[in-house]
Structures are given as C-alpha cells and as structure tokens.
C-alpha cells in the first residue's frame, strides 16, 4: 500500500486496523517493520495520500477498491488443524465489508489463502449485504520477499491478478491493472481465472521452499564424502535450466510464507483424493526440519555431547537478514533445542527487539538462561561456541580474531549461512563446522 501511494499520488491509500498500537507506530517515525527503503517511501507519502487509521467503518464506506490483507495462519485447533489455512479473519473482514458498504466496490485478496477462498468470499459479501451493492472478488497474490521487499514492488518479475470471467470480472481486473501500470509495463501484468492465481502463489512459494529443502539434502551429502555444497550448488546452477537461485545450503528456511503455503498445499492434495502428490510436498517440510535438528545436533556433539551448563552465542535471530521477522525462524527451533540441553544462550540481532526473541523462545525476562546481548562481541565473550543464524552483512566483517581470544578453548565456529571465510577462521584456531562443507 505504501508503494502504490508513492507510485500513484492521485491515488489515495488508507491502511486500517483494529489494533491501535500498531496504527500508532505507522504514523510514529518507529515504524512496526523493518525494511530497507520503506521509511522512505512511507515518508513522503504519509499524510500526503497515505494514510493510517483504525476506523475501519470510515475506510470501508470512502473506498472503491478494498485490499483484504489480514493473516490467514496454518490452524491449531479443531479439524485439519496443523494442515489448513485458517480463514478466520478473512471472513470477519468479509462480514465488516458487507456490513459497512453502501456501494458495489472492488474486493481484492491479497492474503495468500487456498484456492476457491474467492468463492467463499464472495458467498459471505453477497449474502450479509444489500441487494443493491455488487462486489467483484479479485486475487491479486504478492511475490516479494522479505529484505528486498521495496525492491521487489518497484520492480516486481510481474504482477497478478485474478478474476471471473464475466464482462464485470474483467472490468474489475482491468481497474486495478490501470493502478500498477502508473509505474509497471503492461507485459507484467498477468490476468487469470481466479482460481489460476490462488494457486500460483502457493505453488510458487512450494517450488522455491523445495529447492531450498533439495540443496540442503544434498549438503549433508557433501559432508560425507568431502564435496564442497557450494561448489556443487555454483556447478549446477550454472545449468541454463536449473539456475543459480534458492540454491544457496543452510540451517533451513523460515518466514511466514513458505511452510505455511506448503502444508495448505499438502491439505488441498489430500483434499482433493491425492495422497501421493501430498506426501511429495510433505517431504521439503521433513526435509527443513530435519536439517534444523541435524544444525543443533552437530553443536551438541562436537561440544563433547553435552551443551550443559555451557554458553553458546547466536549471532542472528531473524529468519534472513534485512528483516525484524522471526515467524519461523531456523534460529528459533536451535535455540530451543539447545535450551532443552541445558545449554546457556547468548543472543545478538541487530533488528530484532529483546521482547520477541523471549517471546519466541518462551523464556522468562529474568531467566539466567538467556543473555540477549547489545553487539556481537559481548555475546560470544566466554562462549564454548558461535553459531551464524543469520546472514547479517555486518557478520561476513566481524573481527573474528577478537572473537577467538575472548571464547572458551577450543572455540568453536557454526556457520549456519555459510557466510564466514572458513581457512581464515581455521588459521585463526577455530573448529569449523559450515553446512555442507
């Protein structure tokens, strides 16, 4: 939304919410997320024709075009819980759109939900509102990632956008195509049946989450036998029809897309009577979780098989660098791993708050288990071992002779990214261990 303001200053934007305090960081100059050049974007449009509010009444009355952007989270509860989308708040926000409009509008998904959620969007919008008031559903899925996202939106491989086949379906496309051409060419921007575009963006984040999960299985592999990941990974990707992206070996993906968008796919295989094809997409969720554990495992038995006791620094938290988020985060499942082996933590993300780094690994402000730490040098100082969680630009210039005189002998070095110069760190005196190397 911030970048359809900027693009588009005839355009006005208003983000609503319900919860205030997140609209109060909006409009502070401490904005809730952190991505490079969206202080920016959001500066010069904010108050301009960007606006933030929670009265979602007001926001829903004025607006022609309406972006439903609300979570659609994987259930923890009740039938098909752990596989299924959970459309909750998808249907309030229908409910409130329905409730509040007193003209036809343009409803589009934005959320990444399970195909056919348009039908049953539009089943709850046609049947709590007035007769006189038509809605056309549109699915318009959004491809950025996370640290490159303002980069991603300025100029996006394409745009699409999803919707019925009818003579106002298309209208209703070509209305929001005219908003994303004020700044990208028309060639980019894909128009689909609905159904079509709700499953593009599942199987998108599928494909990419499996050669993720493909690399990693294979890195393991190279440990064994003495191959280099990152040689086999520039090798093969160098194969015009495989290419050289999502191949880089690590402790594991994470964020709030890709395992979530896999078992919705993995719910719909079954769903729909295809057992094979859903045990197939199942394995790249095993095949990350594992590589999570085999992380964790390789720090407790080259400590000696005991983490007892001992301090370990993690040198990130977020789930990839140039980001605040940990939904999902490799180093979340690490830390816990280690926590349960009595291990002492020392923890240092530039971006990411104390609070949420507690909150996520469920342990208490004043626990003596924890150390979150200002700067990556207090956190490895008397630490037994130093394991690299997230590729932070900052962690490939640490000065990691400082690091090994102020760490417990021998130090060890896990280079969960595969970020660190490996010969250096072993002239220096470390034990290296790196993912597939």
Not at 87 to 105: F, G, H, M, P, W
Not at 205 to 219: D, E, P, T, V, Y
Not at 282 to 303: C, H, P, Y
């Amino acid at each position: 939304m911030a970048m359809i303001a900027f693009k588009c200053p005839d355009i006005s934007v208003t983000v609503a919410d319900i919860n205030e305090s997140r609209i109060a960081a909006w409009n502070s100059d401490d904005l809730p997320v952190f991505e490079p050049g969206l202080d920016d974007i959001v500066a010069t449009a904010r108050g301009r024709n960007l606006f933030f509010t929670t009265d979602k009444v007001a926001a829903i009355k004025e607006a022609d075009i309406i972006f439903v952007s609300v979570g659609t989270p994987t259930k923890t509860y009740g039938v098909d819980a752990g596989r299924a989308a959970d459309l909750k708040y998808v249907e309030l926000c229908a409910r409130d759109i329905a409730e509040y409009s007193d003209r036809s509008k343009i409803v589009v998904e934005k959320s990444t939900i399970p195909v056919r959620t348009a039908e049953s969007l539009k089943t709850v919008l046609t049947a709590n509102s007035n007769a006189d008031v038509q809605f056309q559903v549109l699915s318009n899925p959004e491809f950025l990632a996370e640290g490159t996202a303002m980069e991603d939106l300025d100029n996006p491989d394409r745009v699409l956008i999803g919707g019925e086949e009818t003579p106002e379906g298309l209208e209703a496309m070509e209305t929001l195509t005219s908003v994303y051409a004020h700044w990208i060419d028309r060639d980019r921007i894909i128009q689909t049946n609905l159904w079509s575009s709700e499953l593009s963006k599942l199987v998108a984040n599928a494909f990419l989450a499996q050669r993720i999960s493909s690399i990693n299985s294979i890195s393991a592999l190279c440990e064994e036998t003495g191959a280099n990941v990152d040689e086999v990974a520039s090798a093969i990707g160098k194969d015009s029809r495989i290419g050289p992206k999502f191949l880089k070996a690590s402790v594991g993906f994470g964020g709030s897309c890709f395992q979530k968008d896999l078992l919705n796919l993995v719910y719909l295989c079954e769903h729909f009577g295809l057992p094979e094809v859903s045990e197939y997409w199942r394995g790249v969720i095993e095949m990350n979780d594992w590589q999570k554990r085999r992380f964790s495992t390789k720090i407790i038995n080259a400590l000696f098989n005991t983490v007892n006791g001992k301090r370990i620094a993690l040198l990130g938290f977020a789930f990839k660098k140039d980001t605040n988020d940990t939904r999902e985060s490799p180093a979340i499942y690490v830390g816990k791993d280690l926590l349960e082996e009595e291990a002492d933590l020392a923890i240092y993300d530039p971006k990411v708050s104390p609070d949420q780094i507690r909150y996520d690994l469920g342990i208490e402000a004043d626990s003596s288990k924890l150390d979150i730490c200002d700067d990556p040098y207090e956190a490895v100082k008397g630490a037994h071992g130093v394991a690299i969680l997230t590729e932070w630009d900052a962690f490939r210039d640490l000065d990691y002779q400082r690091i090994f005189d102020n760490m417990m002998k021998p130090a060890f070095i896990f280079d969960g990214r595969n970020i660190a110069n490996r010969a250096q760190l072993k002239e220096i005196g470390f034990e290296v261990y790196a993912i597939g190397r």
